[in-house]
């Protein structure tokens, strides 16, 4: 039997492709069970230095995610001996990645990808796996799909457990059992009660941070070099342009050192006459030093560098010419306070974990953020796909 310790894109798609092939699978996941639709009740608090956007609940992060299908690391992986071509290709055709429909691109998102292209940047639409015949456009992607139109790591464990996969949710993992440096199960606490399961294959899949805390109770010494997407937000007045109900991040622009994608916040705004429907805005994303850590108590720890305030300074300045060409009052533009999402980092490929995922204790294994080598800089959910099937053909031979 493999055990996997998460349910999120890595834990998900490696619990579906074992099952599938009648493969033994218990899931282990911290939070509850829910509808796609009540995902923003399940966001994450950190300390007040830090505001990173993580979710525990079944699928993870995908679950408040922009369904974003971008691929990433290619070069860098091959440093490692790792090629997955032929995985992302699988998973892109498992999912559907696709360029969304023009039914779906929106007035804002428009504007966007007409401003990049006059501004002479590379513009396109942001391959998505979105369900076009289920959306219904309401804006609240990262609040959890209300018509659960989008893919999210929630379908593979639905998918597991049809084909005969066990899941228990609402069971926090407290020990990996190690003997001879070899793993042999966990330790989980359900309804205030310890429980085991016995296993000679554990696969991590807990995020960047519940990940490497397991790592380290097994005597592992991870949770260094953590990175996540550091991002701002920036917007402005435009009257009527209702952006906040178009799907969301259904455009790119892609520069030197930062990519740009539409996106609604309100956050933008102090002054409280200003509507949402009359908000145009942009994410600002770029790729980050790693010099962040998770200390012994869970607590995320973001140490900023110089070059990553240069490039963010510049992708602000860039998504400020956009939104004056879109024709946002210019006198308008502010910004939300700095974010993160997507962290990782913290059980890198090459360091804590070899090519084939596995620490160096026997039969453990990391799939998700936490084995990507460095920061990407763009949405990493596709690699971590793509990863984690070569991880779980690896585990079936």
């Given at each position: 039997?493999?055990?996997?310790?998460?349910?999120g894109?890595?834990?998900a798609?490696?619990?579906?492709?074992?099952?599938?092939?009648?493969?033994?699978?218990?899931?282990?996941e911290k939070?509850?069970?829910?509808?796609?639709?009540d995902?923003?009740?399940?966001?994450?608090?950190?300390?007040?230095?830090?505001?990173?956007?993580?979710?525990?609940?079944i699928?993870?992060?995908?679950?408040?995610?922009?369904?974003?299908?971008?691929?990433?690391l290619?070069?860098?992986?091959?440093?490692?001996?790792?090629d997955?071509?032929?995985?992302?290709?699988?998973?892109?055709n498992?999912?559907?990645?696709?360029?969304?429909?023009?039914?779906?691109?929106?007035?804002?998102?428009?504007?966007?990808?007409d401003?990049?292209?006059?501004?002479?940047?590379?513009?396109?639409k942001m391959p998505?796996?979105?369900?076009?015949?289920d959306?219904?456009?309401?804006?609240?992607c990262?609040?959890?799909?209300?018509?659960?139109?989008?893919w999210?790591g929630?379908?593979?464990?639905?998918?597991?457990?049809?084909y005969?996969a066990?899941?228990?949710?609402?069971?926090e993992?407290?020990e990996?059992?190690?003997?001879?440096?070899?793993?042999?199960?966990?330790?989980?606490?359900?309804?205030?009660?310890?429980?085991s399961i016995?296993?000679?294959?554990?696969?991590?899949?807990?995020?960047?941070?519940?990940?490497?805390?397991?790592?380290?109770?097994?005597?592992?010494?991870?949770?260094?070099?953590?990175?996540?997407?550091?991002?701002?937000?920036?917007?402005?007045?435009?009257?009527?342009i209702?952006?906040?109900?178009?799907?969301q991040?259904?455009?790119l622009v892609?520069g030197?050192d930062?990519?740009?994608?539409?996106?609604?916040?309100?956050?933008?705004?102090?002054?409280e006459?200003i509507?949402?429907?009359?908000?145009?805005?942009?994410?600002?994303k770029?790729?980050?030093?790693?010099?962040?850590?998770?200390?012994?108590?869970?607590?995320?720890?973001?140490i900023?560098?110089?070059?990553?305030?240069?490039?963010?300074?510049e992708?602000?300045?860039?998504?400020?010419?956009?939104?004056?060409k879109a024709?946002?009052?210019?006198?308008?533009?502010?910004?939300?306070?700095?974010?993160?999402?997507h962290?990782?980092?913290?059980?890198?490929?090459?360091?804590?974990?070899?090519?084939?995922?596995?620490?160096?204790?026997?039969?453990?294994f990391?799939?998700?953020?936490?084995?990507?080598p460095?920061?990407?800089?763009?949405?990493?959910?596709?690699?971590?796909?793509?990863l984690?099937?070569?991880?779980?053909?690896?585990?079936?031979?």
């Amino acid at each position: 039997m493999v055990i996997i310790v998460g349910s999120g894109a890595g834990g998900a798609i490696i619990a579906r492709e074992l099952a599938k092939d009648k493969i033994p699978v218990t899931i282990i996941e911290k939070g509850p069970y829910i509808e796609s639709k009540d995902a923003f009740n399940y966001y994450d608090v950190y300390n007040d230095d830090v505001d990173l956007l993580t979710t525990t609940c079944i699928g993870g992060a995908t679950i408040v995610s922009m369904s974003n299908m971008v691929r990433a690391l290619d070069e860098e992986l091959h440093e490692y001996d790792i090629d997955i071509s032929k995985e992302y290709e699988y998973v892109e055709n498992l999912i559907k990645v696709h360029d969304l429909d023009d039914s779906h691109i929106g007035r804002g998102t428009q504007l966007f990808l007409d401003a990049g292209k006059e501004l002479g940047l590379k513009t396109l639409k942001m391959p998505k796996a979105i369900r076009e015949e289920d959306c219904i456009q309401c804006g609240k992607c990262a609040f959890g799909c209300p018509a659960d139109a989008k893919w999210s790591g929630k379908d593979f464990v639905d998918e597991a457990v049809e084909y005969g996969a066990t899941f228990i949710s609402e069971a926090e993992v407290t020990e990996i059992i190690v003997e001879n440096s070899e793993v042999k199960g966990i330790k989980y606490i359900k309804d205030n009660v310890e429980k085991s399961i016995n296993s000679d294959t554990v696969v991590l899949s807990a995020g960047a941070i519940g990940s490497a805390l397991l790592l380290r109770s097994a005597g592992i010494d991870a949770g260094h070099e953590l990175f996540f997407d550091p991002f701002v937000t920036v917007g402005g007045y435009l009257k009527d342009i209702n952006f906040n109900t178009e799907v969301q991040m259904a455009g790119l622009v892609i520069g030197k050192d930062f990519v740009l994608s539409p996106h609604f916040s309100t956050f933008t705004f102090e002054d409280e006459s200003i509507e949402s429907k009359d908000i145009l805005s942009i994410m600002v994303k770029t790729a980050d030093d790693a010099k962040g850590y998770v200390d012994d108590d869970g607590d995320v720890v973001k140490i900023n560098t110089i070059n990553d305030i240069r490039l963010l300074a510049e992708g602000v300045a860039t998504a400020g010419f956009i939104l004056e060409k879109a024709g946002v009052d210019p006198s308008t533009i502010s910004s939300t306070v700095y974010r993160g999402a997507h962290p990782g980092g913290t059980a890198p490929i090459g360091k804590i974990v070899d090519s084939n995922q596995e620490t160096e204790i026997k039969g453990l294994f990391v799939s998700d953020a936490s084995v990507l080598p460095v920061s990407p800089g763009k949405p990493p959910i596709l690699t971590i796909l793509a990863l984690s099937k070569r991880l779980s053909d690896y585990l079936k031979n």
